[in-house]
Nanobody, 123 residues
Framework: QVQLVESGGGLVQAGGSLRLSCAASGRTFSRYAMGWFRQAPGKEREFVAAISLSGSTTKYADSVKGRFTISRDNAKNTVYLQMNSLKPEDTAVYSC????????????????WGQGTQVTVSS
């Protein structure tokens, strides 16, 4: 069982930056690939970024490539999402998730989910 708690969301102007954190409980964090997803009002949840167990491999949605960076610290049981050059269309609830099947961009493959943190980008 893995419990995930996100933090770091908020209101930021377009062009600004935020860093999201996702703290995981339990001793098995390093056994899971981790991902970030987001869901805007009236839209389906979409993949943002994922990182492998060791952190050596990452994957990004085209919409955030070059602006967002995912990283993890297995000693702290935490995964991060650094978001730069934010745009109003990045506004959404961002959730982290843990996947036992490896690096994945499909939400149904993830085993555990956090509650999410709101990110609002004003124009």
């Amino acid at each position: 069982q893995v419990q995930l708690v996100e933090s770091g969301g908020g209101l930021v102007q377009a062009g600004g930056s935020l860093r999201l954190s996702c703290a995981a409980s339990g001793r098995t964090f390093s056994r899971y690939a981790m991902g970030w997803f987001r869901q805007a009002p009236g839209k389906e949840r979409e993949f943002v970024a994922a990182i492998s167990l060791s952190g050596s491999t990452t994957k990004y949605a085209d919409s955030v490539k070059g602006r967002f960076t995912i990283s993890r610290d297995n000693a702290k049981n935490t995964v991060y999402l650094q978001m730069n050059s934010l745009k109003p269309e990045d506004t959404a609830v961002y959730s982290c998730a843990a996947c036992s099947a490896g690096l994945a961009a499909v939400g149904v493959l993830y085993n555990y989910w956090g509650q999410g943190t709101q990110v609002t980008v004003s124009s």
